[in-house]
């Protein structure tokens, strides 16, 4: 049996990260990534029960050391970097750790993992670098300025690693997502049915591995179809 190519995906335990591990788990061996066990051997058993592969590393993402010590030794095919966190604050009132939290897991954690991960794929001839950003990485909303502001540094990432790695056989992509119905915007709207679902942005994280080997897609923006306020 040819062995499955190996996706990591952060952020796998639930919301959009975990939809895509399960949908890529159809082509792939995951290794997921997040911080909450009980939820990452959920995922694993039911990707297992499936019949496809998932080992779990639950770390996170906050700790330079532990990214390393979890990813020494994995030979990725794919990295999708999902894993984020929001803080929705005017800035006089965000705590100076809350706008870290938000700049280590959006935006450092894509460095140290992307790092780990990069040389192996370049010495191979080819591999593939999702982040999932979002279009708050080309606009903005008040009490959005961590957020925002890390969101747009992952576009910024992204673009100059595709120029320096493709002709390497890497590819990179950015996908950048509306307003997607998970536990991250839990208030901000009481009718979600209008939303994304996370099953949505699996499909298109799915579809952007799929284009052939001479296509780069390097940005999607994906929003709902029929949107309405909730």
């Known amino acids: 049996m040819a062995r499955r190519p190996t996706a990591v995906v952060t952020g796998a335990s639930r919301g959009i990260g975990r939809a895509i591990a399960t949908r890529l788990a159809q082509t792939h061996a995951i290794v997921a990534i997040a911080r909450d066990t009980k939820k990452l051997d959920s995922l694993a058993r039911e990707i297992t029960a499936a019949g496809g592969e998932c080992s779990v590393n639950p770390i996170d993402l906050t700790d330079r050391a532990a990214i390393e010590r979890a990813m020494a030794g994995v030979d990725a095919d794919v990295l999708v970097n999902n894993a984020g966190v929001i803080t ?83 590819k990179v992509s950015v996908v950048m997502p509306g307003s997607v119905a998970t536990d991250m915007i839990v208030g901000d709207s009481k009718d979600q049915s209008w939303m994304l679902t996370p099953a949505d942005v699996a499909e298109v994280v799915a579809g952007i591995l799929q284009t052939p080997a001479h296509a780069l897609v390097y940005q999607v923006e994906v929003r709902a179809s029929n949107p309405k306020k909730g």
């Open 88 to 170: 929705k604050k005017p800035l006089l009132r965000m705590a100076p750790d809350e706008w870290q939290e938000m700049v280590d897991v959006n935006l450092n954690a894509i460095f140290h993992l992307t790092r780990a991960l990069l040389p192996r794929m370049v010495e191979r001839g080819h591999g593939h670098i999702i982040s999932i950003a979002s279009i708050a990485g080309r606009s903005a909303f008040p009490n959005g300025t961590g957020y925002v502001a890390t969101k747009h540094a992952v576009l910024g990432f992204s673009e100059s690693l595709m120029l320096e790695v493709r002709e390497a056989g890497v």
